[in-house]
């Protein structure tokens, strides 16, 4: 586990490719991914694992039935809610060790029911004729902030 024990939860994932690359993304970056709600595929789809390649024995996985479960499940948790639409530009935002970052599905976003106070929206900036990141490019760009805010991303080989 990363001493930043970051977690990323994606709410409702639909397209395997993209989970299988968000969890190489917590494998390289030692974060545990979630998964909420109901998912597009099967966790033993050939395209989730190929994605994923043969990093999967090394992401920490969980499911969880519904969202009310998992913040039920974690009572002093601070929940960051992504939003494509509103927020905070992530940059901007002060991440904390110890947070949960929250993505929707890749074509509904969050539900509005889900996300939280205005204060705990991030949006990744999109300047271009584009409506948003590719959920697993997003994902990628938040954790990477969180951790360089936070400093304690894996060391890099020498």
Avoid at 29 to 50: C, I, N, P, Y
Avoid at 62 to 80: E, K, S
Avoid at 130 to 138: D, F, I
Wanted: charged letters at 15%; hydrophobic letters at 40%; aromatic letters at 8%.
């Amino acid at each position: 586990m990363n001493p930043a024990a970051l977690n990323v939860v994606l709410v409702d994932p639909e397209i395997p490719p993209n989970t299988g690359n968000i969890a190489r993304t917590c494998a390289a970056t030692k974060l545990s991914l979630h998964l909420v709600g109901s998912l597009g595929f099967q966790l033993t789809d050939r395209h989730l694992k190929r994605a994923g390649l043969d990093y999967w024995e090394h992401v920490d996985l969980h499911y969880h039935t519904d969202f009310a479960t998992l913040v039920a499940g974690q009572p002093q948790a601070r929940f960051i809610y992504t939003s494509a639409r509103r927020g905070q530009i992530l940059w901007d935002f002060a991440f904390a060790q110890g947070d949960w970052l929250v993505f929707g599905s890749e074509s509904r976003g969050l539900p509005q029911n889900l996300l939280g106070p205005e204060q705990s929206v991030v949006t990744v900036p999109v300047y271009g004729q584009v409506r948003s990141l590719n959920l697993a490019n997003a994902v990628a760009v938040v954790v990477y902030e969180a951790l360089r805010q936070l400093q304690t991303g894996p060391s890099l080989p020498s």
